[in-house]
Nanobody, 124 residues
Framework: QVQLVESGGGLVQAGDSLRLSCAAS????????MGWFRRAPGKEREFVAA????????NYADSVKGRFTISRDNAKNTVYLQMNSLKPEDTAIYYC?????????????????WGQGTQVTVSS
């Protein structure tokens, strides 16, 4: 079992930046691919970004490419999502997730563990 706890969400204005963090409970954190997803009001949960176990490979949704950066610190059992140039359409609950699969999965069912989420609201 892996427990994930997100933090760093909040209310910001368009163009601002936020950094989300997700702390994992297990020392085996480095054996999991990590991902960020989000769910906007009235919409399905969607993929945002993923990072490989070693941190050397990443994948992004087209909607955030060039603005968001995913990273991880395996020594701290933590994954980050740096979000720059935020837009109102980025408003959502953001979730981190852990997958035992290799590669950079983008589908929610391929992730084994989920955090509770952190709210990000971007005002125009």
């Amino acid at each position: 079992q892996v427990q994930l706890v997100e933090s760093g969400g909040g209310l910001v204005q368009a163009g601002d930046s936020l950094r989300l963090s997700c702390a994992a409970s297990r020392r085996t954190f480095s054996t999991y691919t990590m991902g960020w997803f989000r769910r906007a009001p009235g919409k399905e949960r969607e993929f945002v970004a993923a990072i490989s176990r070693s941190g050397t490979s990443t994948n992004y949704a087209d909607s955030v490419k060039g603005r968001f950066t995913i990273s991880r610190d395996n020594a701290k059992n933590t994954v980050y999502l740096q979000m720059n140039s935020l837009k109102p359409e980025d408003t959502a609950i953001y979730y981190c997730a852990a997958s035992s699969l290799p590669g950079l999965p983008t589908k929610p069912p391929l992730y084994n563990y989920w955090g509770q989420g952190t709210q990000v609201t971007v005002s125009s």
